[in-house]
C-alpha cells in the first residue's frame, strides 16, 4: 500500500511564526499536493508539485510556498502563519489517474 | 470557474437500504472521477473511480458516470453503519489536478 507520512497530527502555532509542514510518500509518485479542509469549503489545493523541484500554484497559494528537493518529500511552507490558516492540512500523492493516496493530516491551529 | 457540486445532506437511510449520491461537475473536459470517503476526523480514502460512461461495480459499490449530462453518481448497496461517513466527489479539470466537491454526509440507521 502507498503510505503517505504526514509528520505532525496536531500543531499550535503562534501569529506570524514561520511554519513547516513535512510530508513523506513511499511509492515513488511523480506527483505530490498540498490540500487544505475546512468546513463547508470541503478540500481546496494550495500548491502541488508533478515532479522534484517543480511546483504549480493551485486555488489558494497566498501566504504559503512549497519545497520539493526529493521526489519522495514535499513541504508546505506557512510564511508567517495567520488566524485564518488554522485548518487540517491534506498531503496527498498520486500515479496519475489512480487517484490520491492522502495522508493523516496536520490539524494546525494559529493562535 | 470549475465547479463540483454535491449535496451536504445529511442523507439518511436505514440499514439493508441503497444509498444513492450524486455529484455534478461543469467541466466538459473532464476524465477521470473519484469517489472518497471520510470518516470523521480521518483522511478521505479512495473507494472507487469510473472514467467511461456507465456503470462500474466493486462489491456493494456502484458508480455510474454520464458525461452528456456531467453527473457521477455512487450507489452503496446493503447500506450498513459502517458507512456512515462524508463522501466527497472528485474531477480532474487537468493531468494533475483534481477538484473535490464538499461532500455528502450520509447516515446509515441501525
Known amino acids: 500500500d502507498v503510505k503517505v507520512t504526514q509528520s505532525s497530527r496536531y500543531l499550535v502555532k503562534r501569529t506570524g511564526e514561520k511554519v513547516f509542514l513535512e510530508c513523506v510518500q513511499d511509492?515513488?509518485?511523480?506527483?505530490m499536493f498540498w490540500y487544505r479542509q475546512d468546513p463547508g469549503l470541503g478540500l481546496r489545493l494550495i500548491y502541488f508539485?508533478?515532479?522534484?523541484?517543480?511546483?504549480e500554484k493551485g486555488d489558494i497559494p497566498e501566504g504559503y510556498s512549497v519545497s520539493r528537493e526529493k521526489k519522495e518529500r514535499f513541504s508546505l511552507i506557512l510564511e508567517s502563519a495567520s488566524t485564518s490558516q488554522t485548518s487540517m492540512y491534506l498531503c496527498?500523492?498520486?500515479?496519475?489517474?489512480?487517484?490520491?493516496?492522502f495522508g493523516s493530516g496536520t490539524r494546525l491551529t494559529v493562535v | 470557474q470549475k465547479e463540483v457540486e454535491q449535496n451536504s445532506g445529511p442523507l439518511s437511510v436505514p440499514e439493508g437500504a441503497i444509498a444513492s449520491l450524486n455529484c455534478t461537475y461543469s467541466d466538459r473536459g473532464s476524465q477521470s472521477f473519484f469517489w472518497y470517503r471520510q470518516y470523521s476526523g480521518k483522511s478521505p480514502e479512495l473507494i472507487m473511480s469510473i472514467y467511461s460512461n456507465g456503470d462500474k461495480e466493486d462489491g456493494r459499490f456502484t458508480a455510474q458516470l454520464n458525461k452528456a449530462s456531467q453527473y457521477v453518481s455512487l450507489l452503496i448497496r446493503d447500506s450498513q453503519p459502517s458507512d456512515s461517513a462524508t463522501y466527497l466527489c472528485a474531477v480532474n479539470v487537468g493531468t494533475y489536478k483534481y477538484i473535490f466537491g464538499t461532500g455528502t454526509r450520509l447516515k446509515v440507521l441501525a
Open positions: 508539485s508533478y515532479d522534484v523541484k517543480m511546483k
Open positions: 496527498a500523492s498520486m500515479a496519475v489517474d489512480y487517484g490520491y493516496t
Open positions: 511509492m515513488d509518485h511523480e506527483n
